[in-house]
T-cell receptor, first 113, second 116 residues
């Protein structure tokens, strides 16, 4: 299995609080991605990174920001969490040109009350 | 914009029966195509992928998929389903080439239930 960990694995928070999710990889892959998974929607891309300090928005980026200061870490921040951000969040990585397969982490279940 | 449709939200089959999960995509050129499987509470695992060449691709766990350009489809098949195949299956499409950065678009998923 690809070396991808996500922390925390579960989190319950209140509306309006900031939340940061961490993705850590040991594969030295260049590309990293954050998705959210919601019933009936499959996985939707929030943000992605194509190198250290190189990030861009995905399909559903409103309310989220990311940072990548090291190859191995990709942080997803909810500046002020809302109930609509209750979801399961997955990190994924991809090597090389980023045109190949993605390897997924175990996910973080976030509940915003 | 690219899109992926999995018409079947939920499929139920008996153990030992054959299986076909449908996937249709919309994209202006030949895409890269993937099938992933997700067991309950787990991340996604790649079953198989199509980049080019032979349109029938083999994957892990006895799965195969056929790319049909004329139908914009990439259906997943298995000749004999095992109870352990019960999971959610996702089809995904990615642009072949360009500065896509490997971004994938996923279908809504198909939940497979296997009856003994």
């Amino acid at each position: 299995d690809a070396g991808i960990t996500q922390s925390p694995r579960h989190k319950v928070t209140e509306t309006g609080t900031p939340v940061t999710l961490r993705c850590h990889q040991t594969e030295n892959h260049r590309y990293m991605y954050w998705y959210r998974q919601d019933p009936g929607h499959g996985l939707r891309l929030i943000h992605y990174s194509y190198g250290v300090k190189d990030t861009d928005k995905g399909e559903v980026s409103d309310g989220y920001s990311v940072s990548r200061s090291k190859t191995e870490d990709f942080l997803l921040t909810l500046e002020s969490a809302t109930s609509s951000q209750t979801s399961v969040y997955f990190c994924a990585i991809s090597e090389g040109t980023g045109l190949g397969e993605q390897f997924f982490g175990p996910g973080t279940r976030l509940t915003v009350l | 914009a690219q899109s992926v449709t999995q018409p079947d939200i939920h499929i139920t089959v008996s153990e030992g029966a054959s299986l076909e999960l449908r996937c249709n995509y919309s994209y202006g050129a030949t895409p890269y195509l993937f099938w992933y499987v997700q067991s309950p509470g787990q991340g996604l695992q790649l079953l198989l992928k199509y980049f080019s060449g032979d349109t029938l691709v083999q994957g892990i766990k006895g799965f195969e998929a056929e790319f049909k350009r004329s139908q914009s489809s990439f259906n997943l098949r298995k000749p004999s389903v095992h109870w352990s195949d019960a999971a959610e299956y996702f089809c995904a499409v990615g642009p072949a080439g360009g500065t896509s950065y490997g971004k994938l678009t996923f279908g809504q998923g198909t939940i497979l239930t296997v009856h003994p």
